[in-house]
């Protein structure tokens, strides 16, 4: 039976076990232990039990926690198949419950008719690519569903269980831990290298190679990549802004992390992480600033300080002579690279290169190569791919950019990808607007924050093939779920 109530004994004694082990789970990376391993093992079936006994909205942070560390778990247990898909499988058996639960898997009130058709043309024409000619093999069409397919049936759960504010509070708290966590992990490691995560896991052997190594090492922290941190900090960093307490101890905090989180960034040596992080802190903030009527004067005040805070910081502080013992000559000098708009201008394809590389991709190949022809889902089907006489790996190169890879994988049918993923943050944007514009106040955070970061994850896919995969899939669809839940509320209220 599904427990509700947050006072409940049980629920209460599950929280104190998961959080020990969260506590363990920490030590062990800083002592560089290998048992880490069993550790992770252990939170996974620990989040299993907890979706299984209680309800979404008692669960949600110890799925958050446990979407920072499943990538280290990727690792620590050798990148084997089974541990690629272990946060899926939880995801499930999430789904699965809240089906059981809510006797529904769509909530058709809460997202405009054209989406759910775009979703379901989309739907439709991915299963005709089962029967492509072209494809790498039905097996690779069918895995890549996990791309392609399974994010909208987690969408669907998120819009079925909303967050409260309350929930949205709690989460704001989990992100600013999580923070601090993983930018000192990420420091420490960065002191240590490679030798010290080697010792920890030898397959962190494999994912550095010789090119995150020595001079360019970049730290993991609990993810799967080097400088893996940033793309979580960036795209939560919304979270930041979601509480309204007026307290200064609060105020204080959240510049902290705020400060903290951009050291972070600046040692993990992901430029975009650092670009979108700002962005969001920057554009969300004033966002706030806009429709928080009734606290202006406090919202201007906490802006100026924090501001100001990070502007005489900025000036004053050496991180060099701060931090002696972190080589951070690589860090600066990646960050050059914004002084030099046409250099960071030619690290990306342009638009007019683009169209014409997805209209000349669109003739080739009308219906698509097949999923799984680009990105990381090229693993399932690699070696056919290497070995096609016709479409080998040189017709699959995207060129890091969304678009060009679902023309190569899905044809004129991307069309329909293509559409939801735009037209769902333009929707959040003028309902935020609509709702502003009619005097709505605080009531409209959760929308106005969704949407910043909807459109900073979406033009970030530019240069890089992210959406369809964790961890940006995660965190675009719950924002999106998050905006249409509020959307939702907020016209279902009778005043």
């Known amino acids: ?117 775009l979703i379901t043309l989309h739907i439709a024409w991915y299963i005709f690519q089962i029967f492509n000619p072209d494809a790498a093999s039905v097996f690779s069409v069918l895995g890549a569903s996990k791309i392609y397919v399974f994010p909208f049936l987690m969408f669907f759960m998120f819009l079925i269980n909303p967050l409260s504010p309350k929930d949205l509070e709690r989460v704001h708290w989990v992100i600013i831990i999580a923070t601090f966590v993983q930018v000192a992990l990420s420091t420490f490691q960065m002191n240590l290298k490679e030798n010290f995560l080697i010792n920890l896991a030898p397959y962190y052997a494999n994912i550095m190679s010789d090119r995150f190594t020595g001079y360019n090492f970049r730290p993991f922290g609990t993810t799967y990549a080097p400088g893996g941190p940033g793309v979580y900090l960036s795209y939560f960093s919304a979270f930041l802004l979601f509480s309204h307490s007026k307290k200064v101890l609060h105020k204080i905090i959240l510049t902290v992390t705020i400060l903290f989180s951009c050291f972070g960034l600046y040692i993990m040596q992901v430029r975009a992480s650092l670009l979108k992080f700002v962005l969001i802190i920057a554009v969300a903030g004033l966002v706030k600033l806009l429709i928080n009527k009734k606290n202006l004067k406090n919202t201007i005040i906490s802006g100026i300080f924090i501001i100001g805070t990070l502007t005489a910081t900025l000036m004053t502080v050496d991180l060099n002579k701060m931090f002696p013992d972190l080589d951070l000559t690589q860090a600066s000098q990646r960050l050059l690279v914004f002084k030099d708009i046409d250099s960071l201008k030619g690290r990306r394809i342009s638009f007019d290169k683009a169209l014409n590389t997805i209209f000349r991709k669109l003739d080739h190949n009308p219906i698509g190569l097949g999923p799984g022809r680009t990105g990381g889902a090229v693993s399932l089907a690699k070696a056919k791919i290497m070995a096609d006489p016709v479409y080998g790996i040189k017709s699959t190169w995207t060129f890091d950019n969304l678009f060009i890879s679902l023309a190569i994988d899905l044809g004129w049918g991307m069309l329909f990808y293509t559409s939801i993923i735009i037209i769902l943050p333009l929707y959040l944007f003028f309902k935020t607007i609509k709702f502003y514009i009619k005097g709505k106040g605080t009531e409209i955070t959760a929308m106005a924050l969704a949407s910043v970061s909807l459109f900073v994850i979406l033009v970030g896919n530019w240069g890089v093939i992210g959406i369809p995969y964790n961890p940006e899939s995660f965190c675009f669809w719950l924002w999106c779920s998050i905006g249409l839940n509020n959307i939702y509320e907020i016209e279902n209220t009778r005043i």
């Open 1 to 117: 039976m599904e427990t509700t109530e947050n006072n409940d004994p049980i629920y209460k004694q599950y929280q104190l076990i998961y959080i020990v082990f969260v506590a363990f789970y920490v030590i062990l990376n800083f002592i560089g232990s290998p048992t880490l391993k069993w550790n992770y093992m252990a939170i996974v079936a620990i989040t299993i039990i907890g979706v299984v006994k209680f309800s979404w909205q008692q669960i949600i942070l110890n799925l958050f926690f446990l979407f920072f560390i499943e990538g280290q778990g990727r690792i620590l247990l050798g990148y084997n198949q089974i541990s690629k898909v272990i946060f899926d499988f939880v995801i499930i058996i999430a789904i699965i419950k809240s089906y059981i639960v809510n006797k529904q898997i769509i909530n058709l009130k809460k997202v405009p008719n054209f989406i759910y058709i």
